[in-house]
């Protein structure tokens, strides 16, 4: 047998894998469950580089890991297919999304597969595809055809809504619903009406809906972005200007689930930072509504969501949100012009921007005031950019002395601070945030601690009817609808101004072909362009998409049933799997995904459609490898470059440079020449040892600071059980790590050692069937411990270390025996698989693969040492070394000792008052 080739092994072991299916699971065993689950990638153009691999590994080595136990595992892969980057190469070249999607999710495959991870491709999904999108776009129509019943506490048909309404009408029906949209009616009334008024009054109660809805518009993308898409008032994507827009949109309601998903955390083994953020995105607040009237609009009144209650009394101003409808109201004639130019101003900031930023302070008076609820004072009324229009209700009783954005926005414009809970110091020049304390200036709240002050104010709130206490979310209604033409298309068509859910036997409802991927010319989304694109011929479809996260909001449950033809997921295949076990994937994704994953599984949990409350039940969060850069020194106005160690004699400037031409941080002058066509007449100012010395920081990897590493180069090198190692190698999981290309030699040089192990240089095949020795024994359970304990706590750079001094000491020990060799075969398996499949086969397993093999067992007895040497002490102060039997006792030890001439020797032959004796550590005596 030749020596160690990796590529060689690796492309026989994967092609092997490939053609006998070895990792397919199967939806029906007697052996325990465990769901691997990967966030699945979005497949762009550049593939994969070396930082995103690292959780793709590690969950790769507990999938063989739990095979290896007898679990049956599945680890499925697929891909998040729609989206924007797509829809814009298709704007810019015209070639359709559809074809650049498969051609890189061909590419990924690829390097996926050349990585070796152990995925069940058979199940496979691309969210792309009809025949996985029509399963969303069914759970869309479910959305559509639900409600959220108080009295149950879940979602339930429209059909019970409806069935109240034609017993008992609209009353005592309690509800999450757009409460301004709903009216009032009995039964009588609502079997009078017509089948438009119906559909009219339902309407509110959807948990998918339509209203007019304040969004990211991009106009220079032609559709609306998520606030995770825009950064500093523009896109992420291109940097184009983003303003916020009242448009109407598909809405899902996911603020019906705000508090079980709140109260679900809870029983989740998750990161506490990822929980943490949860619930802060939730926002649950206690406190009151409390209604003010408006001077000259009795029609008017604001209402305003205060947690704080008790300092009704230091009110001195209200703030509307810059959104807000009743601005076109409330502002005079003589605010117009300067209310309007400011809005204009703050509808271009972001949300994000908004909350952010505390040091900008802006804002405009309107010219109404409003009456204080208790005392009649008048208020004057703001707009402000610091109130957001979606949380509360838009806006804000300003309590400057004890909130410190209402403090800074008073003290701006000069408008009163009075403090209502004591301990505020005018002279610290800041707000006091009042925790606890009594509250005073207040007509009849004096001398009360803040908690019964709170109570008493909803009290009297409640009693005159103008407030009442109540719970208050952050959490918004997710906007659902998209104006892209790569996304699922909403189903739903138009009918007489109303919007009606295409029927189920009709889906999936696909994309259309059009001409252009961008909004017409008339403003409409791309969808606009298709001909003849009608229901059934006769009724318009709704025009925008579904947003990237519809898609893989469901997508863990298609994996266990992804052929399924008459069911998202068939009822067996999901009782049987009933959710993740482990999930692997970026704390990034917090409050986007991983809440709407947990949102979609609640509602299909409500319909008796799954059998588990939350989707992911452990999660973890892998950091990322950052890039390691490097730089060459230009002269300033020149094409000539300075080494780095005489770059602080001249006037230059640092140029990233691609990190495939440099090693060891020594750049290849001649291939930089070639890298771009104005260095071809490069010149150098070199180390005195004639090389070039690059500089180096540590950045994200992009592809805009030439630091990318792909795997594909580094795999063709050192082959992929190399980059597995060397990639659990570089830190815990978790971190944020620099990445090492140098450290692939030391991985690529211990695969080399192990495999000696087997092969030695001087002969093909060493293994022996010799018993073997306690030495060896204990260097390998030693090393099966130290294993099993790093993957069941997910502590895998650990590992590595562990099988490098086995192989150390077996090396050493010149260990060649099958009883060693063979469970160190298996041991390894989970982190290098292709070598150990081929060294399984050498050992004699050639029916197969040694993914099922069982894991080897740890025997503690053999690290039971034989012998103990005991320092011992003379007052304290080690005097000798003494090796006594591990079986002895401490009165054996004692005995001993005191035989010695140890006394004699160092103690002047004084007696042994006591002799102390530490059993495997120590024995001191004290003369």
């Known amino acids: 047998m030749p020596g160690y080739r990796p590529q060689e092994i690796e492309k026989k072991w994967q092609q092997f894998w490939h053609q006998n299916q070895t990792f397919r699971a199967q939806n029906h065993s007697d052996k325990p469950k465990y769901y691997v689950l990967d966030m699945f990638p979005y497949p762009s153009g550049a593939g994969l580089h070396v930082g995103h691999p690292l959780g793709y590994i590690a969950s790769d080595i507990v999938s063989r890991y739990k095979r290896h136990r007898g679990f049956n595992v599945l680890h499925p892969m697929g891909f998040d297919s729609f989206g924007l980057p797509a829809e814009q190469y298709a704007i810019q070249t015209g070639q359709h999304p559809e074809k650049t999607t498969r051609e890189n999710i061909a590419r990924y495959i690829e390097q996926l597969s050349a990585l070796g991870f152990s995925y069940d491709w058979s199940r496979e999904i691309r969210t792309s595809n009809p025949d996985y999108y029509k399963w969303t776009q069914w759970i869309f129509l479910k959305l559509f055809n639900s409600w959220y019943n108080l009295d149950t506490n879940k979602a339930e048909s429209i059909r019970t809504l409806q069935d109240k309404f034609a017993a008992e009408g609209s009353k005592g029906v309690r509800a999450v619903c757009d409460e301004e949209e709903v009216h009032d009616f009995s039964a009588g009334q609502w079997q009078m009406m017509t089948e438009a008024q119906k559909i009219a009054a339902v309407h509110p109660y959807r948990l998918a809906y339509q209203s007019e809805t304040y969004v990211n518009w991009c106009a220079g993308l032609g559709t609306v972005l998520s606030n995770d898409e825009v950064k500093d008032g523009v896109s992420e994507r291109g940097g184009f200007p983003v303003e916020r827009r009242l448009m109407p949109q598909w809405n899902l309601r996911i603020t019906a689930y705000a508090q079980r998903l709140l109260d679900g955390l809870d029983h989740l083994d998750w990161p506490d930072a990822v929980k943490e953020m949860q619930r802060n995105w939730i926002g649950r607040s206690v406190g009151a509504e409390v209604r003010f009237e408006v001077e000259n609009h009795p029609e008017l009144p604001l209402t305003v969501f205060t947690t704080r209650p008790d300092t009704l009394f230091g009110v001195s101003y209200l703030a509307v949100a810059p959104e807000s409808e009743l601005l076109d109201v409330l502002t005079t004639a003589a605010q117009r012009e300067a209310v309007t130019k400011y809005v204009e101003y703050a509808k271009n900031r972001s949300e994000r921007d908004r909350m952010a930023d505390v040091k900008t302070i802006t804002g405009e008076f309107t010219g109404a005031y409003a009456r204080h609820p208790f005392s009649d004072e008048q208020l004057p009324i703001w707009v402000a950019d610091y109130v957001l229009a979606g949380y509360g209700t838009g806006v804000v009783m300003a309590v400057p002395a004890h909130d410190t954005r209402d403090y800074a926005f008073a003290r701006h414009f000069s408008l009163p601070i009075v403090p209502v809970v004591e301990g505020y110091d005018e002279a610290a020049g800041e707000a006091y945030v009042a925790k606890e304390g009594r509250v005073i200036n207040s007509d009849f709240l004096n001398g009360l601690d803040v908690k019964p002050a709170i109570q008493e104010v909803i009290k009297r709130l409640e009693e005159k009817q103008i407030g009442k206490g109540k719970i208050n979310y952050r959490l918004r209604d997710a906007i659902f609808g998209r104006q892209r033409y790569w996304g699922e298309p909403i189903p739903v068509y138009y009918r007489d101004g109303l919007a009606f859910g295409v029927a189920e036997q009709d889906l999936p409802l696909v994309l259309p072909e059009i001409d252009e991927y961008k909004p017409t010319e008339t ?22 998409t579904m947003p990237g996260w519809a898609g893989s909001s469901w997508y863990y449950l298609r994996y266990m049933d992804p052929k ?24 990034e994704h917090a409050t986007g995904h991983l809440l709407y994953s ?8 409500d319909l008796g459609l799954v059998t588990t409350e939350e989707p992911f039940q452990k999660l973890i969060n ?22 780095a160690s005489k770059r602080k004699d001249y006037d230059t400037t640092a140029l990233h440079v691609d990190v495939n031409i440099v090693e060891d941080d020594v750049l290849d002058v001649e291939a930089f020449k070639k890298w771009r066509d104005d260095f071809a007449n490069a010149e150098f100012i070199l180390e005195d040892n004639g090389t070039y010395v690059c500089g180096v920081e540590i950045e994200k990897m992009s592809k805009s600071k030439y630091n990318v590493v792909s795997p594909d180069t580094l795999t063709e090198r050192y082959g992929a059980d190399a980059l597995r190692l060397h990639e659990m190698f570089l830190g815990p999981l978790e971190q944020f790590k620099p990445w090492n290309t140098q450290g692939m030699t030391g991985v690529s040089g211990f ?24 030495a060896e024994l204990k260097a390998l359970h030693k090393a099966i411990r130290k294993a099993q304990e ?8 650990t590992s590595v270390s562990t099988f490098m001094i086995c192989v150390n000491e077996l090396s050493a020990l010149n260990t060649h025996k099958r009883a060693i060799l063979e469970p160190l075969t298996v041991l390894i398996s989970p982190y290098a698989p292709h070598l150990a499949e081929e060294l399984w086969e050498q050992l004699g397993h050639a029916a197969g693969s040694l993914s099922t093999a069982p894991f080897p067992e740890f025997e503690e007895k053999f690290l ?6 005991y320092p011992v002490a003379i007052n304290g102060k080690v005097r000798e070394q003494m090796t006594f039997a591990a079986s002895a006792t401490a009165a054996e030890i004692e005995e001993a000792v005191r035989a010695t001439d140890i006394l004699a ?11 102390i004796v530490v059993p495997g550590r120590m024995v001191n005596v004290v003369v």
């Open 523 to 544: 403003g409409e989304p791309p969808l606009g362009r298709a001909q003849d694109w009608r229901y059934r011929n006769e009724f318009e479809f709704e025009l925008s």
């Open 564 to 587: 399924n033809e008459d069911r998202f997921v068939g009822e067996e295949a999901e009782r049987y799997w009933q959710n993740v076990d482990l999930y692997m994937g970026g704390a």
């Open 598 to 605: 947990r949102f979609w599984h609640l509602f299909l949990k």
């Open 622 to 643: 892998q950091g990322m490898i950052l890039g390691r850069s490097n730089f060459v020194y230009r002269l300033n106005g020149t094409n000539t470059f300075v080494t």
């Open 751 to 774: 695969l080399k050692k192990l495999w000696r192990l087997y092969f030695p240089e001087d002969r093909d095949w060493a293994v022996t069937d010799e018993p073997a020795t306690p």
């Open 790 to 797: 790093d993957i069941e706590r997910f502590s895998f750079n």
């Open 864 to 869: 039971v040492e034989d012998s103990v040497n």
């Open 905 to 915: 020797r160092f103690a002047e032959g004084k007696p042994a008052k006591k002799v």
